[in-house]
Nanobody, 127 residues
Framework: QVHLVESGGGLVQTGGSLRLSCAASGGTSSPSAMAWFRQAPGKERECVAAIRRRDGYRYLLNSVKGRFTVSRDNGKNTVYLHMDSLKPEDTAVYYC????????????????????WGQGTQVTVSS
């Protein structure tokens, strides 16, 4: 069973930066893709960023392009989300997710692609 542990959330002012980390442990093989989703109160969960292991392909939600960066340390089975120029609308619980199978590009933003989920970390951006 893959276990995901997230860290790095918190409270930041508009325009500030945060870096989220998610370390995967357990399982018989490394996750083939890892992603960050977020869910704000009253809104659906959405994929913010995803990265595929075999080729490093990255997906980013349009509204975060130019502000967020996703990266991965395959040796540590850890994925990072570096968030710059944060806005109040980025406020949400951020969840790490890991996929066992090899996802195609079009499936990277879909929650159903992922087999394992972290407990979530709160990110609050004050105006």
């Amino acid at each position: 069973q893959v276990h995901l542990v997230e860290s790095g959330g918190g409270l930041v002012q508009t325009g500030g930066s945060l870096r989220l980390s998610c370390a995967a442990s357990g399982g018989t093989s490394s996750p083939s893709a890892m992603a960050w989703f977020r869910q704000a109160p009253g809104k659906e969960r959405e994929c913010v960023a995803a990265i595929r292991r075999r080729d490093g392909y990255r997906y980013l939600l349009n509204s975060v392009k130019g502000r967020f960066t996703v990266s991965r340390d395959n040796g540590k089975n850890t994925v990072y989300l570096h968030m710059d120029s944060l806005k109040p609308e980025d406020t949400a619980v951020y969840y790490c997710a890991a996929a066992a199978g090899g996802p195609i590009v079009s499936s990277l933003p879909l929650a159903s692609t992922y087999d394992h989920w972290g407990q979530g970390t709160q990110v609050t951006v004050s105006s």
